[in-house]
């Protein structure tokens, strides 16, 4: 198992196509980092430059000491698992498992020892003798899985390997993968889009946008601290509500409203007062369930979602609305909202307790905590607290 050193890595497709862009980053030995990021922000092609699948345009990939930046992939002593299992149809579950130990001359007996070993490991051991057209869809990627465990590498690469499997199955097998980790605590670098697997799975995540680093850090911390609007937009479910807002002394002011701030929580210089101001939908509640000596909003209600275990509340505010973009869909193309077109009109939402009475068309009375909320430059869209300072550039 062995640590992975991307030192300065930048990958040029040409015609002005910049896929990674001098990316630095070490992933310690044993450790599990999620690279996550929106479509096309480089995610993928810096998984397979660490792969040699993609030869990097400058800088070094050292892994396990080793440089291995002009090593072919199978000089690498990496197992790579795809999006597409690629399981050989008319091979067995046994065959698939131990091709990549046959191809490398492993003796026989060792080689039935291993697969065997591994098959009991995910629970294949009752379906050795069956063909990849016979088996389930979590059955093929555990088989993937067992096809790269059974070579015993240096480090395991991720490519969205779950991305196929329905919502339910994807639940129990990042659960699995966890599970998988912990036993054989092999170095692993997973790619995926989906900020809840990135969020769950890793020890650390790295924010990817336009193929650079924006943060990384542990995924609690990426939620508590983002470095800036992007990762604020990107990180958390529902994204945070993003709008800009004015400080006055020790208040904050946006859409109307004035809220206090906290003594604890004080933005760095702003100029002219301007700022963004971000406030993640649970720090919201209704008013009939919060603590009380918050401030509080009244607010029409737009949009009723109830989820039974909360309920999100969907509401308007007179203020410019930010909008990170490529934080929030694939494509920049399509629209981010129906509900709130205009420049000057927000839609926030507030997740609250399930218990509201609020309905649409009538109002609801919100609390707020100012202890949660956050501040960014309206220029750079960097965070404004001095304690979300764990940017790309500190790894």
Known sequence: MGEIVLDHVTKDFGNGVLAVNDVSLTIGEGEFMVLVGPSGCGK???????????????????????????????????????????????????????????????????????????????????????????????????????????????????????????????VGMRTSLQHLHHRLGTTTVYVTHDQVEAMTLGQRVAVMRDGRLQQVDAPQRL????????????????????????????????????????????????????????????????????GGGLPQIEVPVDVLEELGSDSHVFFPVEADQVVVEDALVDDPDDEVSILAEEKDRTLMIARVDARTDARVGGSVRLAIDPSRLYFFSPETGESLLNGAAHSAAAH
């Open 44 to 170: 993928t092609t810096l998984l397979r430059s660490i792969g040699g699948l993609e030869r990097i345009s400058t800088g070094r990939i050292v892994i396990a000491d080793r440089d291995v930046t002009r090593s072919e992939p199978a000089a690498r002593d990496l197992a790579m698992v795809f999006q597409n299992y690629a399981l050989y149809p008319h091979m067995t579950v046994r065959k698939n498992l131990g091709y990549g130990l046959r191809v490398r001359k492993v003796p026989k007996k060792e080689r039935d020892e291993r697969v065997q070993e591994v098959a009991k490991l995910l629970g294949l051991d009752e379906l050795l003798d069956r063909r990849p057209g016979q088996l389930s869809g979590g059955q093929q990627q555990r088989v993937a899985m067992g096809r790269a465990i059974v070579r015993e590498p240096q480090a395991f690469l991720m490519d969205e390997p779950l991305s196929n499997l329905d919502a339910k199955l994807r």
């Open 223 to 290: 939620y508590e601290e983002p470095a800036n609007t992007f990762v604020a937009a990107f990180i958390g479910s529902p994204s945070m509500n993003l709008v800009e807002a004015r400080l006055s002394g020790d208040s904050i002011s946006f859409g109307g409203f004035t809220i206090p701030l906290d003594r604890q929580r004080r933005p760095r210089f702003a100029e002219d007062g301007r700022v963004i101001v971000g406030i993640r939908p649970e720090a919201f509640e209704d008013a009939k369930f919060a």
